[in-house]
């Protein structure tokens, strides 16, 4: 049985979808965590259902692909809390557009959030967890860090997620500090509710087990890896996608 008891844990993008799933989880096993996300109402319900459930949690607005922002959510609440245990970095978006006809705009956008968002809140969160010798960080990449057509942006900023969290592992592995990457495969949220009906049905003729993924299949791999049972994976990037890349 996992427990997190007592654990500080901080997830971005938890205003709905995949990060609600997660902060759900994460406090449903005795985490205090941190709902994060730049849409204040969708995380103010996401604290809500986590209050309402008996569990731990707190708001903290910020946009991760802002620098500042993101220092202050991750020092605040090690200061706050004295510590900071575990960190999500889930906030992502996508602007599909085939490459010749991509403009700056898409690229600019989908590699400030789903990349640099990353480096802005691990930067911080790296000299923490260093310094306390303890610390778990979990980065949200994507099954299409390997190419998709019409996502040049998403997928270089994935395969970049991948770049920075193997790297984290190697320096930061000797401080009792773990960096994991997870590539959820098709789950079924508010960015994939978004593709046409066509898309939608070929994304599930490829995956065995024919279903999307739901958050919570997320969330239990997350659970996991941020517990103590996981202390011993470090620099991992595990699909979770019912098989869709094998
Ligand atoms: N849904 C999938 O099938 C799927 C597959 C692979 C990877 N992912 C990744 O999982 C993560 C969550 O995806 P989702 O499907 O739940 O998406 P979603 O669009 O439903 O939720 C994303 C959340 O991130 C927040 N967000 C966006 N930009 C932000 C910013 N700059 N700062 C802070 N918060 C911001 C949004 O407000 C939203 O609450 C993303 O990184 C996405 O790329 C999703």
Redesign the pocket.
Known sequence: MISLNGKVAVV??????????IAIKLASLGAHVVV????QE??EMTVSQILEKGYSAEIKI?????KD??RLLIEDTAKKHGKLDILV??????RDSLLHKMNHEQWDAVI???LT?VFNTMQPASAIMREQENGRIVN?????WLGNVGQAN?AA??AGVVGITKTAARELGRKNVTCNA?????????????VPDKVWDLMISKIPMGR??K?ED?ANCIAFLVSDQASYINGEVINV?GGMVL
């Open positions: 971005t993008g938890a205003a709905r979808g995949l990060g609600q799933g994060s996300d730049m849409n969708g995380a910020c946009n991760v692909a802002d922002e993101a970095n889930n906030a992502g978006i996508n400030g959030v789903n968002g949200i990449s994507s099954a299409s998403y900023a994935k997870i590539c959820p495969g098709f789950i079924d949220t508010d960015m994939t509710r978004g999307a993924g958050p997320v996608g």
